[in-house]
């Protein structure tokens, strides 16, 4: 029986996406609609696409016939499925600033908002699954996020640097980070317009003029503003946008995400792997439910020192693996040229994309050519190759560690 198998992922059409990058990508047209994320995974809300001769199975159901043959003992032992879920963004407009629930909270979320009679499509619904959500993401161009709040001295003097924020003073002296976040996020909307609308004067005419920098949180709270539908309702997002750190990652850096920790994506393109969860919180920055009183119980209020990550190289350097705290997944990048012959043993499903050049990948007696933006399926417990004939090959892969 072949272990491997040509992948057909979803297109999610969300606001804040690109239009060209990922059609391009997949060599599809190019239409007037965005596309935000191309999911590759079972998430029973967007299942890729498994080929099988003429039919198209969905991968959770194709998965579920023998969890345990097709993802392995222990990885079905520990999960129960396939535990990640594997996606390419394409990020032209500003994400909602996020944060993730641990697993214990978002089974208790989960199982509250059940209870409660809240449909699962309901927009004010905080818990989509009872799962939690660490991510990593390595950059396919340069690539810009918010992750965590500043160091404390930063922030401080970013504080007393804004006159508009010199009243946040004494509550971050006194409080910290939560009573500093609690403030803004809690204070009346008629209260933001008038704190932030002289700040946003001064910023926007500098954007439009392009005299800001992308490296300054001034750039990116003009750029809100000047996207954002309502002019007349100021994001609380904004005070984030000032409060946390602004990183930037080279195409093949990568930054992990864990619970916790307060982030938004603000432009560039990257390929993301997380467990395989849609549990998000927001914090702004967007026309979405906003739960405080539920955001805030979730946030780490610490001081974050952004680790970015260059990957190890392994498999005679072809393969760089960019390790993460996280049991549900490990990404990794396989770059290849002509005379190279990467040989690997799946560990459970792995889901390997072709980003650029093309690759035959062989398993057993069945082989694949694949085309940039061509996506297979390995199932457990398989030896496989991949070769390429193309001066260099650049191929991203979803596995479990």
């Known amino acids: ?145 918010l992750h965590g709040f500043l160091p404390q001295d930063e922030l401080m003097h970013m504080l007393i640097s804004i006159p508009e924020f010199k009243n946040l003073v004494s509550v971050f002296e006194e409080g910290g980070y939560h009573a500093l ?65 602004i990183v930037k990652a080279e195409k093949g850096e990568a930054i992990f995400q864990d619970a916790g920790i307060p982030h938004a994506y603000l432009e560039g393109q990257n390929m993301e792997l997380m467990a395989n969860s849609d549990n998000v919180l927001r914090g702004g920055l967007t026309p979405k439910h906003v739960d405080v009183p539920e955001l805030l119980k979730h946030v780490a209020f610490e001081e974050t020192h952004p680790n970015i990550m260059k990957g190890e190289m392994q498999n005679d350097g072809l393969e760089r693996i960019y390790k993460s705290p996280a049991p549900d997944f490990e990404l990794s990048q396989i770059k290849l040229m002509p005379s190279q012959n990467y040989q690997a043993n799946s560990k459970t499903a792995e889901i390997i994309i072709v980003i650029s050049g093309s690759a035959t990948i062989t398993q057993g007696e069945t082989s694949i050519f694949c085309k940039k933006g061509d996506t297979v399926l390995v199932l457990a417990n398989s030896p496989y190759a991949i070769r390429t004939s193309e001066a260099e090959s650049i191929l991203y892969k979803a596995s479990a560690p």
């Not at 804040?16 to 191309?38: H, M, N, R, S």
């Not at 198209?56 to 998965?63: C, H, Q």
Request: proline share 6%; net charge negative.
């Open 1 to 145: 029986m072949t272990k491997l198998f040509s992948l057909k992922g979803q297109i999610q059409n969300y606001a804040w996406g690109g239009y060209t990058f990922i059609p391009e990508l997949l060599g599809q047209p190019v239409t007037d609609k965005k596309c935000a994320e191309y999911w590759l995974g079972a998430h029973d809300k967007a299942p890729a696409e498994v080929v099988t001769g003429n039919e198209k199975i969905p991968l959770n159901s194709f998965l579920n016939t023998d969890l345990e043959e097709t993802v392995g003992t222990r990885v079905f032992e520990k999960f129960g499925r396939l535990p990640y879920l594997f996606k390419v963004l394409d990020v032209n407009d500003m994400l909602s600033i996020q944060v993730h629930p641990t697993k214990e909270e978002a089974e208790k979320g989960f199982k509250r908002e059940n209870e409660l009679g809240i449909p699962l499509s309901a927009p004010y619904r905080n818990y989509k699954d009872d799962n939690h959500k660490p991510e990593i993401m390595v950059a396919l161009s340069e690539f810009w996020l």
């Open 181 to 245: 976040y609690k403030a803004v996020m809690e204070e009346p909307q008629e209260k933001t317009n008038t704190v932030l609308q002289p700040l946003v004067d001064r910023i926007l005419p500098l954007y439009k003029a392009g005299k800001l920098s992308k490296s300054t949180p001034d750039y990116w709270a003009a750029k809100a503003v000047d996207s954002a539908e309502d002019g007349t309702h100021l994001d609380k997002g904004i005070y984030s946008i000032y409060f946390f750190n």
